[in-house]
C-alpha cells in the first residue's frame, strides 16, 4: 500500500461489535477476566488498551516499521530509550538537537553516570574520534531545530553498524510523510506525535518505531514498568490527525517552500534556514534521503536587537506566537527564549541560535495571506 492510503487504513479495522468505522475510545482501565489469567489479551490499561493499538500499527506502517509504541509524550519515548543505558555508557548525538532532549540528556541522564557527546553530524565523519568502548548510542535530528541542518541517516547507520551501536533517529520534524528513517538504517525512529503526526495542535504524544522483536519487547517492558503510556482519548485523536498525514504535509512542503523562497529575497532578513536551497550545506543529502523539505523555515532578522526581533514576533495576525509545530495554524517562535531557553547561551550561539532569530512552522492556510503577514510583521524593522 502506499502512503496515503496507509495513513488512513492501516490499523484501522471496523469494530467488530458494530461496524463502527472509526476505532473507538476504548475509556477503560481494566478488562475483565473468565477466570484468573483467562483474558481476550488485555489485562490491564497501561499495559494495553485497543485504542491505542490501533494508533501504533498505523504508525508502524507509516514508518515501515514492525513495532510502534506509543507513549505520553515525545520525551516520554525519548526517556524510554535512554532507559536502556547504563551508567559509564556513552552517547554520540548532535549539537543542536531539540532544546528538551538536551536538558533530558544532561540534567536527568549525566548525573546518572552517562556521558553524552555533542557533536557536529552534518558530517558523520566527526563521529569516528568520538566512539569510545563506553559507546553504546548514536541519536539524530533531522532536520535539526531551528537550523534546519541536515543529517546523512544512511552514513550515520553505517558508522553505527560497524561499531554495533544503537542508531535512534528523531523523525519528528521531517514527520514520515518525508523520510523513513528504518528503511536507511535506523534501529529506533522517534516521534513527538505532538507535531505533524497529531497536527492539529490538540494532544500531547510520543512514538517509537523499531523492526527488531527484542528490541520491542524491551521498550515494551519499559513502557509498561514506568507507566509512560498514553491515554485512549488521545490515541484517537492522533489517529484521527493521521488520516490527512498525507495532505497536510503537501501543503506544509508547498507553503513552506512559498515562504522561504519569499524571505530569502527579504531586504531585512540575513539567513533563512531551509534545506530545499540549492545552496544549503546538506542540499544533496536532503534530496536523497527526503521526499521534499518540508514547512519549517528559520530566519535571522539583519536586525540584532532582542527587543525588536520581540516586536516583529508579536506583530503577527495570521502567524501565532508560542511554542511547538507541525500543526494546520501557522506558528512562530523564539528559540533562544522559548524551545531552546534551557540551552545555555555559549552552546546555542555556537550552533546559530541567536537573540535575532525566528522559527516558522508554517501552517496549512492560504500562502499569500502568511506572505502579507511576514511582510507587514517585517516593517517593524527600520
Ligand atoms: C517537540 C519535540 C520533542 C518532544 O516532544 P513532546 O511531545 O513535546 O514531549 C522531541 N523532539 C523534537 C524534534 C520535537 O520537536
Redesign the pocket.
Known amino acids: 500500500m502506499k502512503f496515503g492510503t496507509k495513513a488512513i487504513h492501516a490499523g484501522a479495522n471496523p469494530d467488530p461489535s458494530t461496524g463502527a468505522i472509526m476505532t473507538p475510545i476504548f475509556q477503560t482501565s481494566t478488562y475483565v477476566q473468565e477466570a484468573p489469567g483467562v483474558n481476550k489479551g488485555y489485562g490491564y490499561g497501561r499495559g494495553q488498551n485497543p485504542t491505542r493499538d490501533a494508533l501504533q500499527e498505523n504508525i508502524a506502517a507509516l514508518e515501515n516499521g514492525k513495532h510502534a509504541l506509543c507513549f505520553?509524550?515525545?520525551?516520554?519515548?525519548?526517556d524510554a530509550v535512554l532507559r536502556m543505558l547504563k551508567p559509564g555508557d556513552e552517547v554520540i548525538t548532535g549539537d543542536d538537537?531539540?532544546g528538551?532532549?538536551y536538558r533530558l540528556f544532561v540534567n536527568m541522564y549525566e548525573p546518572m553516570g552517562i556521558k553524552f557527546h555533542f557533536v557536529d553530524l552534518t558530517d558523520a565523519e566527526n563521529i569516528q574520534p568520538h566512539i569510545t568502548t563506553n559507546t553504546k548510542m548514536i541519536w539524530v535530528?533531522t532536520p535539526?531545530?531551528p537550523t534546519m541542518q541536515i543529517v546523512d541517516i544512511a552514513a550515520c547507520a553505517e558508522i553505527a553498524k560497524a561499531k554495533d551501536l544503537l542508531f535512534v533517529v528523531?523523525n519528528?520534524?521531517a514527520s514520515p510523510y518525508l523520510q523513513n528513517p528504518l528503511d536507511l538504517g535506523a534501529d529506533i525512529v522517534?516521534?513527538?506525535?505532538?507535531?505533524y503526526l497529531g497536527g492539529h495542535s490538540d494532544v500531547?504524544?510520543?512514538a517509537l518505531i523499531c523492526n527488531r522483536d527484542e528490541l520491542f519487547k524491551k521498550l515494551y517492558f519499559i513502557l509498561n514498568s514506568c507507566g509512560s503510556n498514553p491515554g485512549p482519548m488521545d490515541s484517537f485523536l492522533v489517529m484521527r490527525g493521521i488520516k490527512t498525514l498525507h495532505l497536510r504535509m503537501e501543503r506544509h512542503c508547498f507553503n513552506g517552500r512559498k515562504v522561504a523562497e519569499y524571505l530569502k529575497n527579504h531586504p531585512k532578513i540575513d539567513i533563512v534556514y531551509w534545506p530545499g536551497f540549492p545552496d544549503h550545506k546538506n542540499h544533496e543529502v536532503a534530496k536523497r534521503q527526503m521526499r521534499d523539505f518540508g514547512g519549517m523555515v528559520s530566519i535571522v532578522l539583519k536586525d540584532k536587537s532582542i527587543e525588536n526581533t520581540f516586536k516583529v514576533a508579536s506583530s503577527f495576525q495570521v502567524f501565532s506566537l508560542a511554542?511547538?509545530?507541525?500543526g494546520v495554524e501557522s506558528l512562530i517562535n523564539h528559540p533562544a527564549t522559548m524551545?531552546h531557553g534551557s540551552v545555555p547561551k555559549e552552546d546555542r550561539e555556537r550552533v546559530g541560535v541567536v537573540d535575532n532569530m525566528l522559527r516558522l512552522s508554517v501552517g496549512v492556510e492560504d500562502y499569500e495571506d502568511l506572505i502579507a503577514d511576514l511582510e507587514n510583521a517585517l516593517k517593524e524593522l527600520n
Open positions: 505520553s509524550s515525545g520525551m516520554a519515548a525519548t538537537i531539540y528538551g532532549s535530528e535539526t531545530n528523531d519528528t520534524f522517534m516521534h513527538s506525535a505532538t507535531k500531547i504524544m510520543g511554542e511547538s509545530l507541525g524551545t
